[in-house]
């Protein structure tokens, strides 16, 4: 493998990387002497590259390690991040981004056909938030509030202004308390039952029907994953009867009691996004995830971008894998959006969206040192800077 | 931190723990001797001999029913063995928002089965005061709330623990479909709770409305091509009209037992009769209409809650006034939120009154047959459901306790 | 003189003579229960002035002719029960000034309470008054009978104990304990103070600044008055504790002023405090609780009176405002369910209250020279069908369930459906019959 050769083009390069003005048609070769390609919840199956580089072309990753054509090389741009680890950036598979109030239609509770997407602002401060905490994709979830939110997006941050890169990918539904609204119908568990039901059955049996049971149909038929916010045994329930009464597999968001319910979960095909887990939970809920794993049932979190890593730690100290934990921040949520082709992997053909670390992002003592969106540098430092400041040597308390 | 049973009551149960589990994982047989058993619906047997198997009862007898060959024996010497309990009218833990659905008064296709949750805390201290089936309804702020289910007190799921979906369609006739329901002032409507009825007459006539459109529903032979099929909610009266489906009214005070009666002869439904404190006022009514009531909580002094401005004033005799006139009638712990386990309010019933074995049977075997379930709980007899409890002593005194609680054949209590 | 002179007389001597006894009563019963001794089979209690006599078997009595027979032979009897602690039948117990040790509950307590008539019902006849737990310093307590029109005629005892309370209604645990140490500790500097002030006195007598004939007149404060006396130990002092956070500062307290505790519910977690408890206390009246582990997230029941117990530590039970709670029989119940004996339990009811009101030698037993406080019942007293037929405080019938209005009410209903149905006969057919 190649060393970086300190040339005449490192203040070209800082001055380029610093301003990132986007470099037209300019590839970038990224080197580490780790680099995670994607995660596997089976060890063995980490697809991972030692003293290796990718090559970025137009923001995606356009070759990998020994795939990458001599003269690719030779024309990029380098960026050396030394014995850093570079592995795929996080996804935040469900996320308001502080934009609750936009995203659920308070007066009636059955909204199956509204966009998410037309209530997504490019600068939006909570996309600031994304990749400091090394998120580089999310989904755009509607509001708890409704029992049919809306239709999500999927987007990414960036270093001035997030994107949508698909606008209509899955659909949000809820059980959930905030669902249930003494104001208006449902104002019980028992009547969002009954409302899906119903609506899932004139969506599947009736004749002439609209956009918003139109929408039923695609989730039914398999063509939109659907996400439902469900935290207690009975709503999960009530969730999962759903699903096996009109054939799709849900995707829980929240999922606090799915311990209760493992074997259902596991037969219907679930998945769950679970909420960030913190120091503070019952050790019941800490090993919740390792229990979801060892029943084959695929999840991941959501919750605030700067838990994320926490939440992978705290969940391996109680009996998950750390691939899986891993995985959990990237694949899994990837797959469970149906965006495993562009994000959550650094195979050809995904965006680079990459963080690069100091060690392994589970350990938390781990040091972040960058953020890459689009194959631009979203947050942190370019390559020369964080050699500068990686030798801090700390002496104290003498 | 658990107490310390006495020694006998540790043997047995630790015992029956271990071996009815095995016993039921292996399909043997269980024979519990030397008690005093009291069946249900029959006079108590002394030295008596309870056999399970497979989680049915397989035999019962008297001291000359000796216990199978092979089969494992646990000695209930000093102990009684009783039916496990039936609570016909069970508040579970849910929260009330959950239970009832307010966004129409009228719900009489909701399923409060949507909305159990197997490990809430009612149905582990029901299990271990002896109960072993519970009816379950929606709640009471609906004129008609929707749908109840019959369930066992165990499990981890409640299609699991259900063993009669859709047993009844709750009525409730008072004050409390009509509270926090506003009246318009002022012209503005901003809430669907204007719509709701306000008073009693309001309530009342939300339930003719219902019933008169299933009436209807149900005499339409022929539809033209283009009507709209009845609501889910309109078939759900037409089974009640049809005795499909079993209506339970609650009502509390006189005025409200006297209008559920007559609501009941209008449409010619059969109702069950829940709740009931003034029923006393009404007992020749109730005694001439055949009505079967179930009397909720009758150890409490009031009824607690918004439930109290029905004015309903419970009297400690109205047990021994239902027995005397012949009224059918069960014991539940209902809607009060002071009521107390089961077996205690059977107990303060006698105290009041009632003889001990119609006490015991009103828990029991008066609660399957109202269920339409006798043929499986509700008694020991050959054939039925092993549900049943071993108690340290006659179950009336206040010092029993249930000991072992079992469901199926299954050990479903927690040792005390 | 004639008959019916000498009858009028005796008539009025009878009525003038305030009605706390008559001579000689004679109570016949199946069983006798005295709680400190063997129980009697077809026994006599003789009763004189009020007091108890003689108890024996009925073979070994012989009732004096002039005596008043209660006829009990196919009923149980015992001593009526003893509450040691118990803030109902006043017309308001809790003041919402922390700090009021100069109340007293005789200027509370409604003698038409029908808290009194429902003690009676339930057999209790000696009840310890106080105030209620909201309180800091609530003020003194007076031992009752629950019988009387007035409360003198009620007064067994009075300023028998100074009520105080570490119960937080408003402001932190933290809060509370401080502001009990400085309202004793205030009590404190002013006996101090009080006490300077005399000595001062005495030595300018001495010194003959002041006439020798003078005497010290000034008297302690009213209002501080029964504070000292709790001080000082001359009163005793009744803590409530509401749950184990508190307990270490009242065994604290309890050990510097000598005082009884009465102990709320929440006590699981104090079992190895409980241990250093070196007096009897009174349990609050619910005694049976459920906790939720917040692991589990599984209920548990505790029972804090079996707690006690296996702590070793005598224990009075107290009877609650209202529901199963204040019914004896159903608190003795649910002693002997969490494993007590039934003696334990009796016991909680009857000699340990009484010891902790310095009154065992009047009540608590049946016992010669023991005020002749009886309940006569249908049956076990740990039956739930038992009723208390007869009660009788110190020689006189005071309750009976058959003229008891509240139980008429409950159960008219029931008597009139149980009455054979006499056949109507219509008046009209009578005059066509001409009847």
């Given at each position: 493998?190649?060393?970086?050769?300190?040339?005449?083009?490192?203040?070209?390069?800082?001055?380029?990387?610093?301003?990132?003005?986007?470099?037209?048609?300019?590839?970038?070769?990224?080197?580490?002497?780790?680099?995670?390609?994607?995660?596997?919840?089976?060890?063995?199956?980490?697809?991972?590259?030692?003293?290796?580089?990718?090559?970025?072309?137009?923001?995606?990753?356009?070759?990998?390690?020994?795939?990458?054509?001599?003269?690719?090389?030779?024309?990029?741009?380098?960026?050396?991040?030394?014995?850093?680890?570079?592995?795929?950036?996080?996804?935040?598979?469900?996320?308001?981004?502080?934009?609750?109030?936009?995203?659920?239609?308070?007066?009636?509770?059955?909204?199956?056909?509204?966009?998410?997407?037309?209530?997504?602002?490019?600068?939006?401060?909570?996309?600031?938030?994304?990749?400091?905490?090394?998120?580089?994709?999310?989904?755009?979830?509607?509001?708890?509030?409704?029992?049919?939110?809306?239709?999500?997006?999927?987007?990414?941050?960036?270093?001035?202004?997030?994107?949508?890169?698909?606008?209509?990918?899955?659909?949000?539904?809820?059980?959930?308390?905030?669902?249930?609204?003494?104001?208006?119908?449902?104002?019980?568990?028992?009547?969002?039952?009954?409302?899906?039901?119903?609506?899932?059955?004139?969506?599947?049996?009736?004749?002439?029907?609209?956009?918003?049971?139109?929408?039923?149909?695609?989730?039914?038929?398999?063509?939109?994953?659907?996400?439902?916010?469900?935290?207690?045994?009975?709503?999960?329930?009530?969730?999962?009867?759903?699903?096996?009464?009109?054939?799709?597999?849900?995707?829980?968001?929240?999922?606090?009691?799915?311990?209760?319910?493992?074997?259902?979960?596991?037969?219907?095909?679930?998945?769950?996004?679970?909420?960030?887990l913190s120091p503070m939970m019952r050790r019941a809920d800490l090993e919740l995830p390792a229990k979801l794993n060892k029943?084959?049932?695929?999840?991941?979190?959501?919750?605030?971008?700067?838990?994320?890593?926490?939440?992978?730690?705290?969940?391996?100290?109680?009996?998950?894998?750390?691939?899986?934990?891993?995985?959990?921040?990237?694949?899994?949520?990837?797959?469970?959006?149906?965006?495993?082709?562009?994000?959550?992997?650094?195979?050809?053909?995904?965006?680079?969206?990459?963080?690069?670390?100091?060690?392994?992002?589970?350990?938390?003592?781990?040091?972040?040192?960058?953020?890459?969106?689009?194959?631009?540098?979203?947050?942190?430092?370019?390559?020369?800077?964080?050699?500068?400041?990686?030798?801090?040597?700390?002496?104290?308390?003498? | 931190?658990?107490?310390?049973?006495?020694?006998?009551?540790?043997?047995?149960?630790?015992?029956?723990?271990?071996?009815?589990?095995?016993?039921?994982?292996?399909?043997?047989?269980?024979?519990?001797?030397?008690?005093?058993?009291?069946?249900?619906?029959?006079?108590?047997?002394?030295?008596?001999?309870?056999?399970?198997?497979?989680?049915?009862?397989?035999?019962?007898?008297?001291?000359?029913?000796?216990?199978?060959?092979g089969a494992i024996v646990i000695d209930c010497k000093g102990k009684t063995i009783t039916p496990g309990l039936i609570d016909?009218?069970?508040?579970?833990?849910?929260?009330?928002?959950?239970?009832?659905?307010?966004?129409?008064?009228?719900?009489?296709?909701?399923?409060?089965?949507?909305?159990?949750?197997?490990?809430?805390?009612?149905?582990?201290?029901?299990?271990?005061?002896?109960?072993?089936?519970?009816?379950?309804?929606?709640?009471?702020?609906?004129?008609?709330?929707?749908?109840?289910?019959?369930?066992?007190?165990?499990?981890?799921?409640?299609?699991?623990?259900?063993?009669?979906?859709?047993?009844?369609?709750?009525?409730?006739?008072?004050?409390?479909?009509?509270?926090?329901?506003?009246?318009?002032?002022?012209?503005?409507?901003?809430?669907?709770?204007?719509?709701?009825?306000?008073?009693?007459?309001?309530?009342?006539?939300?339930?003719?409305?219902?019933?008169?459109?299933?009436?209807?529903?149900?005499?339409?032979?022929?539809?033209?091509?283009?009507?709209?099929?009845?609501?889910?909610?309109?078939?759900?009266?037409?089974?009640?009209?049809?005795?499909?489906?079993?209506?339970?009214?609650?009502?509390?005070?006189?005025?409200?037992?006297?209008?559920?009666?007559?609501?009941?002869?209008?449409?010619?439904?059969?109702?069950?009769?829940?709740?009931?404190?003034?029923?006393?006022?009404?007992?020749?009514?109730?005694?001439?209409?055949?009505?079967?009531?179930?009397?909720?909580?009758?150890?409490?002094?009031?009824?607690?809650?918004?439930?109290?401005?029905?004015?309903?004033?419970?009297?400690?005799?109205?047990?021994?006034?239902?027995?005397?006139?012949?009224?059918?009638?069960?014991?539940?712990?209902?809607?009060?939120?002071?009521?107390?386990?089961?077996?205690?309010?059977?107990?303060?019933?006698?105290?009041?009154?009632?003889?001990?074995?119609?006490?015991?049977?009103?828990?029991?075997?008066?609660?399957?047959?109202?269920?339409?379930?006798?043929?499986?709980?509700?008694?020991?007899?050959?054939?039925?459901?092993?549900?049943?409890?071993?108690?340290?002593?006659?179950?009336?005194?206040?010092?029993?306790?249930?000991?072992?609680?079992?469901?199926?054949?299954?050990?479903?209590?927690?040792?005390? | 003189?004639?008959?019916?002179?000498?009858?009028?007389?005796?008539?009025?001597?009878?009525?003038?003579?305030?009605?706390?006894?008559?001579?000689?009563?004679?109570?016949?019963?199946?069983?006798?229960?005295?709680?400190?001794?063997?129980?009697?089979?077809?026994?006599?209690?003789?009763?004189?002035?009020?007091?108890?006599?003689?108890?024996?078997?009925?073979?070994?009595?012989?009732?004096?002719?002039?005596?008043?027979?209660?006829?009990?032979?196919?009923?149980?009897?015992?001593?009526?029960?003893?509450?040691?602690?118990?803030?109902?039948?006043?017309?308001?117990?809790?003041?919402?000034?922390?700090?009021?040790?100069?109340?007293?509950?005789?200027?509370?307590?409604?003698?038409?309470?029908?808290?009194?008539?429902?003690?009676?019902?339930?057999?209790?006849?000696?009840?310890?008054?106080?105030?209620?737990?909201?309180?800091?310093?609530?003020?003194?307590?007076?031992?009752?009978?629950?019988?009387?029109?007035?409360?003198?005629?009620?007064?067994?005892?009075?300023?028998?104990?100074?009520?105080?309370?570490?119960?937080?209604?408003?402001?932190?645990?933290?809060?509370?304990?401080?502001?009990?140490?400085?309202?004793?500790?205030?009590?404190r500097e002013y006996l101090a103070n009080y006490e300077r002030e005399k000595a001062e006195f005495e030595k300018e007598k001495?010194?003959?600044?002041?006439?020798?004939?003078?005497?010290?007149?000034?008297?302690?404060?009213?209002?501080?008055?029964?504070?000292?006396?709790?001080?000082?130990?001359?009163?005793?002092?009744?803590?409530?504790?509401?749950?184990?956070?508190?307990?270490?500062?009242?065994?604290?307290?309890?050990?510097?002023?000598?005082?009884?505790?009465?102990?709320?519910?929440?006590?699981?977690?104090?079992?190895?405090?409980?241990?250093?408890?070196?007096?009897?206390?009174?349990?609050?009246?619910?005694?049976?609780?459920?906790?939720?582990?917040?692991?589990?997230?599984?209920?548990?029941?505790?029972?804090?009176?079996?707690?006690?117990?296996?702590?070793?530590?005598?224990?009075?039970?107290?009877?609650?405002?209202?529901?199963?709670?204040?019914?004896?029989?159903?608190?003795?119940?649910?002693?002997?369910?969490?494993?007590?004996?039934?003696?334990?339990?009796?016991?909680?009811?009857?000699?340990?209250?009484?010891?902790?009101?310095?009154?065992?030698?009047?009540?608590?037993?049946?016992?010669?020279?023991?005020?002749?406080?009886?309940?006569?019942?249908?049956?076990?007293?740990?039956?739930?069908?038992?009723?208390?037929?007869?009660?009788?405080?110190?020689?006189?019938?005071?309750?009976?369930?058959?003229?008891?209005?509240?139980?008429?009410?409950?159960?008219?209903?029931?008597?009139?459906?149980?009455?054979?149905?006499?056949?109507?006969?219509?008046?009209?057919?009578?005059?066509?019959?001409?009847?």
């Amino acid at each position: 493998m190649q060393i970086l050769n300190q040339n005449r083009t490192t203040g070209a390069l800082l001055l380029t990387t610093l301003l990132a003005v986007p470099t037209a048609a300019q590839d970038v070769l990224v080197q580490a002497s780790k680099i995670i390609v994607a995660y596997s919840t089976e060890a063995p199956n980490n697809m991972v590259l030692k003293d290796s580089a990718l090559l970025i072309r137009n923001g995606k990753i356009a070759f990998v390690g020994a795939d990458i054509p001599a003269e690719a090389r030779r024309a990029a741009r380098v960026i050396d991040y030394g014995n850093a680890t570079i592995s795929p950036g996080f996804v935040l598979a469900a996320t308001t981004l502080g934009r609750d109030v936009d995203l659920g239609e308070g007066a009636i509770a059955f909204t199956p056909d509204l966009l998410t997407a037309d209530a997504f602002d490019p600068w939006l401060e909570q996309l600031d938030t994304l990749a400091p905490a090394g998120v580089t994709s999310f989904g755009l979830v509607p509001s708890a509030r409704n029992v049919a939110g809306g239709i999500g997006a999927v987007g990414k941050p960036g270093l001035e202004q997030g994107r949508l890169i698909a606008p209509e990918v899955f659909v949000g539904f809820s059980v959930s308390r905030s669902a249930r609204n003494q104001e208006r119908q449902p104002t019980s568990l028992m009547g969002a039952h009954q409302m899906l039901r119903e609506s899932f059955t004139e969506a599947r049996d009736g004749v002439k029907i609209g956009p918003d049971l139109a929408i039923l149909r695609q989730v039914m038929s398999g063509q939109r994953p659907a996400f439902f916010y469900a935290d207690t045994f009975a709503e999960i329930n009530a969730v999962l009867d759903i699903g096996a009464s009109f054939n799709f597999a849900p995707i829980i968001l929240g999922g606090g009691q799915s311990e209760r319910v493992i074997e259902k979960l596991a037969k219907r095909g679930a998945g769950i996004v679970l909420n960030t887990l913190s120091p503070m939970m019952r050790r019941a809920d800490l090993e919740l995830p390792a229990k979801l794993n060892k029943a084959g049932i695929p999840f991941c979190f959501a919750g605030r971008p700067d838990q994320l890593r926490l939440s992978a730690a705290l969940a391996v100290r109680n009996g998950l894998s750390r691939s899986t934990a891993s995985t959990a921040l990237t694949r899994t949520p990837a797959t469970m959006l149906g965006q495993q082709a562009n994000v959550g992997a650094l195979r050809t053909g995904c965006g680079a969206d990459f963080v690069v670390f100091q060690g392994d992002f589970i350990d938390l003592s781990a040091r972040h040192i960058a953020t890459w969106v689009d194959g631009k540098l979203a947050h942190g430092a370019s390559a020369k800077q964080a050699m500068k400041t990686r030798n801090t040597n700390l002496t104290g308390g003498r | 931190m658990t107490r310390l049973l006495p020694t006998s009551a540790l043997r047995t149960g630790a015992a029956l723990m271990a071996l009815t589990v095995f016993a039921s994982a292996q399909q043997a047989v269980t024979a519990y001797t030397n008690a005093t058993i009291l069946p249900g619906g029959k006079p108590a047997m002394s030295n008596a001999t309870l056999v399970v198997s497979g989680g049915k009862v397989i035999a019962l007898g008297g001291s000359a029913l000796k216990a199978p060959e092979g089969a494992i024996v646990i000695d209930c010497k000093g102990k009684t063995i009783t039916p496990g309990l039936i609570d016909a009218s069970f508040q579970s833990g849910t929260k009330s928002e959950d239970l009832n659905e307010q966004s129409d008064e009228v719900t009489p296709h909701l399923r409060v089965l949507d909305s159990i949750d197997p490990e809430d805390p009612r149905f582990q201290r029901a299990r271990n005061a002896g109960v072993t089936t519970v009816h379950v309804m929606p709640g009471t702020r609906n004129v008609i709330g929707g749908l109840g289910c019959v369930l066992k007190t165990h499990g981890t799921d409640p299609k699991e623990m259900v063993i009669k979906e859709d047993a009844s369609m709750r009525i409730v006739m008072g004050a409390e479909p009509s509270m926090s329901n506003r009246a318009i002032r002022g012209g503005r409507v901003n809430s669907m709770y204007y719509r709701r009825p306000t008073t009693r007459m309001g309530v009342i006539w939300a339930v003719r409305r219902a019933f008169y459109d299933a009436k209807e529903a149900l005499n339409k032979t022929q539809g033209a091509p283009g009507d709209a099929p009845p609501s889910p909610g309109t078939q759900i009266l037409t089974q009640v009209l049809q005795g499909k489906v079993t209506a339970v009214t609650t009502a509390r005070s006189e005025q409200d037992l006297r209008t559920a009666l007559r609501i009941a002869d209008e449409f010619g439904y059969q109702t069950i009769i829940d709740e009931a404190q003034d029923a006393y006022m009404v007992a020749d009514e109730l005694a001439g209409k055949k009505a079967v009531v179930m009397l909720g909580a009758p150890s409490a002094e009031a009824v607690a809650g918004s439930a109290r401005s029905d004015g309903a004033a419970p009297r400690a005799g109205t047990v021994a006034v239902l027995a005397a006139k012949g009224i059918t009638f069960v014991i539940t712990t209902g809607t009060n939120t002071a009521a107390l386990p089961l077996i205690n309010e059977a107990m303060f019933a006698v105290r009041n009154g009632l003889g001990p074995q119609q006490a015991l049977d009103a828990i029991t075997i008066e609660p399957a047959k109202l269920l339409g379930l006798s043929d499986r709980i509700g008694s020991l007899a050959p054939g039925k459901d092993a549900d049943f409890v071993i108690w340290s002593q006659n179950p009336l005194d206040p010092a029993a306790v249930a000991e072992s609680v079992l469901i199926n054949g299954q050990s479903v209590s927690q040792p005390r | 003189m004639n008959h019916s002179f000498l009858r009028i007389a005796i008539a009025c001597t009878a009525i003038a003579i305030p009605a706390i006894s008559q001579d000689l009563v004679a109570i016949k019963a199946k069983t006798i229960h005295t709680i400190t001794g063997p129980s009697i089979t077809d026994g006599v209690i003789l009763l004189q002035n009020g007091r108890i006599q003689k108890i024996a078997k009925a073979a070994d009595v012989e009732i004096p002719w002039s005596a008043t027979v209660i006829d009990a032979s196919d009923k149980v009897v015992m001593p009526t029960y003893v509450l040691a602690h118990s803030s109902g039948g006043m017309r308001g117990a809790n003041e919402s000034m922390q700090n009021v040790p100069w109340l007293s509950v005789a200027d509370a307590v409604d003698p038409a309470s029908t808290y009194f008539e429902g003690m009676l019902r339930n057999g209790v006849g000696t009840i310890h008054v106080l105030p209620g737990n909201n309180t800091l310093m609530a003020g003194s307590g007076m031992v009752l009978r629950p019988f009387g029109r007035t409360v003198e005629d009620m007064t067994v005892a009075d300023n028998t104990g100074m009520k105080l309370s570490l119960m937080t209604s408003n402001g932190s645990r933290l809060q509370k304990i401080r502001e009990m140490r400085r309202a004793i500790q205030s009590i404190r500097e002013y006996l101090a103070n009080y006490e300077r002030e005399k000595a001062e006195f005495e030595k300018e007598k001495a010194a003959g600044a002041i006439p020798a004939d003078k005497k010290w007149e000034k008297e302690i404060d009213r209002k501080q008055k029964a504070a000292v006396e709790l001080i000082e130990k001359k009163m005793k002092g009744w803590l409530y504790v509401p749950s184990f956070a508190e307990l270490d500062e009242a065994l604290r307290m309890s050990k510097e002023l000598d005082l009884n505790m009465v102990l709320g519910a929440n006590l699981d977690e104090a079992m190895p405090l409980l241990t250093k408890l070196k007096r009897p206390v009174v349990l609050d009246a619910t005694i049976e609780y459920f906790e939720t582990d917040p692991e589990t997230r599984k209920e548990e029941q505790h029972c804090s009176a079996r707690m006690l117990a296996d702590a070793g530590v005598p224990f009075a039970l107290s009877l609650g405002s209202a529901g199963p709670t204040s019914y004896p029989w159903w608190q003795l119940g649910t002693c002997m369910r969490n494993g007590l004996s039934r003696q334990q339990a009796l016991a909680a009811l009857t000699m340990v209250p009484a010891k902790m009101l310095g009154l065992d030698d009047q009540v608590g037993s049946l016992a010669v020279g023991k005020l002749g406080n009886i309940q006569i019942l249908s049956g076990d007293p740990t039956s739930a069908t038992t009723w208390v037929e007869t009660v009788v405080l110190e020689g006189e019938v005071v309750y009976e369930r058959k003229t008891d209005p509240r139980l008429q009410y409950l159960f008219e209903a029931a008597e009139k459906a149980a009455a054979p149905q006499t056949p109507k006969v219509d008046d009209n057919k009578k005059k066509d019959e001409g009847q």
